[in-house]
């Protein structure tokens, strides 16, 4: 679960934040009062954090990634997404134990969340 909510989490960017007075965060200049996004999806693919970041690996070791947020705005329904993620993966491959990927998943457009539009699957043969 955590793997998947490092490599798709379902929140990519922030919330829009306003400093309340002109800052400089990396050598770039923002002004008092100009909205600043933070990628959610970028820093959860950092190769200074992540081996082969771009790659889902659902073996890899729980890091420390941000598709639950981060300190105070921290995800309270975290525990809960995990158990519902496992109960119903478990059970979808249980049914499907065949199961397996057809393509590649489409998204629907809307910024600031990433909501599945399609995702291919096939029963492979059994064998």
């Known amino acids: 679960m955590d793997e998947l909510a490092r490599w798709s989490p379902p929140q990519p960017m922030t919330v829009p934040r306003f ?31 992540f081996d082969e970041p771009d790659r889902l690996d ?15 705005h921290f995800c ?13 993966l478990g059970a979808l491959l249980r049914r499907f134990p065949a199961l397996a990927a057809a393509g590649e998943a489409s998204f629907l ?8 539009a399609s995702l291919p699957v096939i029963l492979r043969p059994a064998g």
């Open 19 to 49: 400093p309340a007075e002109d800052v400089e965060i990396g050598g770039v200049h923002i002004p008092k009062g100009q909205p600043v996004t933070v990628s959610i999806a970028s820093a959860n693919r950092d190769p200074r954090v």
């Open 109 to 116: 457009p809307d910024p600031g969340t990433r909501r599945l």
């Open 76 to 88: 309270v329904g975290s525990s809960l997404a995990r158990v519902e993620t496992a109960v119903a």
């Open 58 to 72: 659902i073996t890899r070791e729980p890091g420390p990634h941000l598709g639950f947020g981060h300190g105070p």
